[in-house]
């Protein structure tokens, strides 16, 4: 038996002891009877607060039911991107150097099929591996929406394994220079993309950042979107994208876009101006994709920048590899407006 699997077994005895169906234990708890459900069958680990909750309904201590419970030793380990690790949360996890490091998946993706790839649940503000967990592999942080497939593949084929961290190009360049990923993928136009030295580069894809706008807004000029005429939603100032409308904006002599609402990926961006019937920064393959009009701004490249020392490390090797490939490029080819030319070509 596994640790989560001796979690609800502890759960369903202290809860059958008391006489409790699955739904008292449920509302003495204020939690959902699915989450009671999952937590028995070994599936889920509650967060903090929902813990301590079902521990007081079964008359016991969280620490008894959870923080004693014969998962593996808690392990320190840091957000890729620096963020502070919430009790509860899921993360994929990885070595640079000596620091272990995480992806903390959000409720979307801890929801998802890579939800089923975690390595572990941060308690007490550390990370406790599940059983037979193994943190290894290359850390890669970027915005690219293909990062996923190529995680998936990677991870399917048992050739290697990455942990892709979506993020800005910005915050990705961030990471790697803190030592806390092993490869970034940034984007821009052609000729701004100048690495530091020491950085093995590698040509991803090509595609056009700019506006994405709902089909109801018959297209509004650049002016309008500036002017604020139209509800915007804009990025992070760490993204490539955000760049771009704010040079844009430079070159029309309009004032400096206020941030306003703004969104964390290219495609929470374009999924909000499709259901507020807005303009979203964004990229041509991801407005495409969800039905929107685009308005391109510039011709951005995609590269992954690796420090020389990490070339040959087992799975940027194999990322590298795969990115020439029918598995990789059919499926990435797929994606409107996402331009394969030169793919895993080293710069």
């Known amino acids: 038996m596994d640790a989560m699997q001796e979690i609800g077994r502890r759960v369903r005895e202290d809860r059958l002891a008391l006489g409790l169906k699955q739904v008292e234990l449920a509302e003495r708890a204020d939690v959902s009877r699915a989450l009671i459900g999952a937590l028995e069958h070994g599936r889920h680990m509650p967060a903090a607060d929902a813990a301590i909750r079902v521990a007081r309904a079964l008359n016991t201590s969280v620490e008894r039911l959870f923080d004693n419970s014969g998962l593996a030793p808690a392990v320190a380990a ?27 998946l959000d409720a979307v993706a801890a929801l998802s099929p890579i939800g089923a790839l975690a390595d572990g649940v941060v308690f007490g503000g550390q990370v406790r591996l599940f059983s037979g967990a193994a943190p290894r592999g290359a850390v890669i942080a970027g915005c690219d929406p293909v990062l996923g497939i190529a995680e998936g593949l990677l991870e399917r084929s048992g050739d290697a394994r990455i942990v892709g961290v979506p993020t800005t190009s910005g915050r990705a360049l961030d990471a790697l220079k803190a030592g806390r990923s092993h490869g970034a993928l940034v984007h821009g136009p052609a000729q701004g993309l100048k690495p530091p030295p020491g950085i093995q580069r590698w040509h991803l894809a090509r595609w056009r950042s700019g506006v994405a706008t709902h089909p109801r807004l ?19 100032p760490s993204a490539a994208s955000q760049q771009a409308f704010q040079r ?3 070159k029309l002599g309009a004032p400096r876009p206020s941030l306003g609402t703004t969104s964390g990926s290219h495609f929470d961006a374009a999924r909000s101006a499709l259901e507020h019937r807005a303009a979203a920064v964004t990229i041509e393959p991801i407005a495409v994709a969800v039905g929107l009009d685009f ?32 598995r990789f490029q059919d499926r990435a080819g797929a994606l409107p407006a996402y331009d394969l030319t030169s793919t895993g070509a080293a710069r």
């Open 295 to 326: 308005h391109e701004l510039e011709v951005h490249d995609v590269e992954l920048w690796v420090p020389k020392h990490w070339t040959r490390l087992p799975g940027i090797r194999e990322f590298v590899e795969l990115l020439g490939t029918s």
């Open 78 to 104: 840091i957000g890729v991107l620096g963020e502070r690790l919430l009790d509860g949360a899921l993360v994929r996890a990885a070595w640079v150097e000596t620091a272990m490091v995480v992806r903390v």
């Open 248 to 250: 844009a904006a430079k």
């Open 218 to 236: 018959s297209r509004p000029s650049l002016e309008a979107l500036l002017a604020d005429e139209v509800p915007m939603i804009q990025r992070d």
